[in-house]
């Protein structure tokens, strides 16, 4: 027999404006605002908010209207700012305020892409290490210079105050609110509704890895990694990766230094911690087992990896993530 669902809901204000693209905003609404009572949990009560109720131009060449204000926004229990219009223009004193409102009441702040700028203005990220979009970072830190600017991460969860790359690195961002919120089978069936994985590299980590840089199929660098992912439970030294890639050693380690902006056995490290992750949530086989199924030397290895770059162990992990949870 089901239990009857419970009524109270978190209400969820996500910043609409003028010259906004519709992709992050999209995607706010289609977390927050699709009602999914088969999940049986208090679902959001998404409000979508702007400065004026006038109609906002849309990138694309259509229009929209808010139903509510910044003061609807500045009550809200979770705020995104999906973006602002120009980065380089001043944030509107009436946005600062609502945020730092919002802020001062216990609300939960969030920014997707440009939106850290809006964040950064209200002096919510003084001394805090945040992201945005990579093409915007440089410029972030010089406006913003006690905002610790990391751009190499998809997101960074501050607590209270969240951050996210550009774009699609917004969806990592809500539906790790959304397990924060209600847990990994809720957040995992959300990301299986939008056909997205519920988590990329770096799982539940506070500050999850960007993806490496793509490469060239016919590249050297292409070859080596390539095969370094159909041999990872083998010993892979650098050696065997420039004899794959028909490179001298010093020269191949500095092409893939260029082309990854990581070293060769880094990123292997790296690809066998990710290749651990849907063992540790789908099998009941031990954490020794896996770490060996995926190259690493010895249980201490792997869980000294795994927890460097997780920031917890692979146990904590399957309790999070794992199937039977």
Not at 102 to 119: K, N, T, W, Y
Request: with cysteine.
């Amino acid at each position: 027999m089901l239990l009857p669902l419970p009524t109270r809901s978190h209400t969820v204000a996500a910043l609409a404006f003028d010259g906004m693209s519709p992709f992050e905003l999209g995607c706010v609404v289609e977390i927050f605002g699709l009602p999914r009572p088969e999940l049986r949990v208090p679902w959001y009560d998404l409000k979508v908010c702007a400065e004026s109720g006038e109609p906002l131009r849309v990138v694309g060449g259509f229009s929209m209207r808010a139903e509510h204000g910044l003061d609807v926004l500045a009550a809200a229990d979770t705020v995104i700012v999906p973006g602002v219009a120009d980065v380089r223009a001043q944030v509107s004193p009436a946005l600062v305020e609502a945020l730092t409102d919002a802020h001062a009441r216990g609300a939960r702040i969030v920014s997707i892409c440009s939106g850290a700028f809006a964040l950064a203005a209200a002096g919510l990220l003084d001394g805090r290490e945040a992201t945005t979009h990579w093409k915007y970072a440089d410029l972030l830190q010089r406006r913003h210079p006690s905002v610790r600017v990391n751009p190499d991460v998809l997101y960074v969860d501050g607590g209270r105050i969240l951050t996210s790359a550009g774009s699609a690195a917004g969806l990592d961002l809500l539906i790790h609110l959304v397990r924060n919120d209600h847990g990994a089978n809720v957040a995992n069936a959300v990301a299986r509704r939008l056909v997205i994985p519920p988590h990329r590299e770096g799982g539940q980590a506070q500050f999850i890895q960007a993806a490496v840089t793509a490469v060239e199929d016919d590249d050297a660098v292409a070859r080596a990694m390539e095969w370094a992912m159909a041999h990872l439970a083998d010993p892979i030294a650098v050696a065997d990766l420039a004899r794959v890639a028909h490179l001298a050693e010093r020269t191949f380690i500095r092409h893939f230094k260029a082309q990854t902006g990581t070293s060769p056995l880094r990123w292997v490290i790296s690809q066998r911690v990710a290749a651990s992750l849907p063992m540790l949530e789908s099998t009941g086989a031990p954490v020794e087992e896996i770490g060996a199924a995926v190259g690493f030397e010895s249980p201490v290895t792997f869980r000294h990896h795994f927890s460097r770059a997780m920031r917890t162990s692979p146990s904590a992990y399957r309790r999070a993530f794992g199937a039977t949870r």
